[in-house]
């Protein structure tokens, strides 16, 4: 097993931005290729501290690419715009670094928390690239996030991302989700149910099962908002990632 940590200046966020990559060691030219994101207060190493990452990538014998996002929520901001240096910038660049398939079909994209709010919304803005999504516990309402008691993101820094009405609306997933045409992407979602976003989460399973209808699954779990939650279904994920 091959472990990267990469790092390299983007034209985007003019500085330099770091990634932690697995590559099975069976010496293919075009893996299949999970983009695995991670939550607020996280970062590429995150992953890899809570669980065993390195068992998945062989396993299935996948890459695994795992990205800094910092507190970005995969969204573009004035301070950073992340989103297009993700899907203009970084996936580009892995894909001709390393030995990984740039076909949508070979490509899924999942991630925890924040992290599952930008699988979400990059996934489905970007259906040539990906075609399955793992959302856990994802922030499914932003604006009920911001003035949820149990969020951990102060109010100003949620204001500096998502700085007006607009930039809101524009980013809410049931938004995103009305301008969404494509439905032949595959989607898993899951939620503790002692998750302090659960009710939000419980929406957007709706909204998603009238989209995607057989092409949506959710996964009803026990746990909470934590890494204890995430660990214990992580295998159950990658699974579904494989059908």
């Known amino acids: 097993m091959t472990l ?6 983007t034209n985007y966020l003019h500085t330099y931005f770091k990634a932690t990559v697995v590559i099975p060691d069976t010496d293919e030219s075009d893996y299949k290729v999970v983009w695995l994101l991670h939550g607020y207060t996280a970062d590429d190493t995150t992953w890899i501290r809570n669980y065993n990452v390195e068992s998945l990538a062989n396993k299935y014998n996948w890459a695994i690419i795992m990205p800094e996002g910092r507190n970005s929520f995969y969204t ?5 715009p992340y989103y297009s240096f993700f899907t203009k910038e970084l996936v580009p660049k892995m894909q001709k670094l390393l030995p990984i398939s740039s076909k949508p079909e070979d490509n899924y994209i999942a991630g925890v928390s924040m992290g599952g709010y930008g ?5 489905l803005e970007n259906p040539d690239k ?3 999504i793992a959302a856990m516990s994802p922030v499914a309402d932003i604006e ?9 993101m102060p109010l100003n ?4 991302i998502f700085d007006s009405t607009e930039k809101i609306h524009d980013n809410q997933l049931a938004n995103i989700l009305d301008n969404t045409n494509s439905t032949d992407q595959k989607i898993l979602q899951l939620c503790g149910d002692d998750d302090f ?8 399973k709706n909204q998603l099962t009238k989209k995607f209808k057989d092409n949506y699954k959710w ?19 990658f699974n579904w990632l494989n059908r």
Not at 76 to 80: N, Q, T, V
Not at 144 to 152: A, K, L, Q, T, V
Not at 157 to 160: G, P, R
Request: no cysteine; aromatic share 12%; charged share 20%.
């Open 197 to 204: 976003m659960h009710d939000d989460n419980i929406e957007l």
């Open 144 to 152: 009920h996030f911001r003035n949820n008691p149990g969020s951990p």
């Open 219 to 237: 996964m009803p779990v026990n746990g909470d908002h934590s890494w204890t939650t995430w660990v214990e279904n992580v295998d159950g994920v």
């Open 119 to 123: 699988a979400l919304k990059i996934g």
């Open 130 to 132: 990906f075609s399955r």
């Open 4 to 9: 990267l940590n990469t790092s390299f200046r």
């Open 76 to 80: 573009d901001s004035d301070f950073i």
């Open 157 to 160: 820094a949620f204001d500096t």
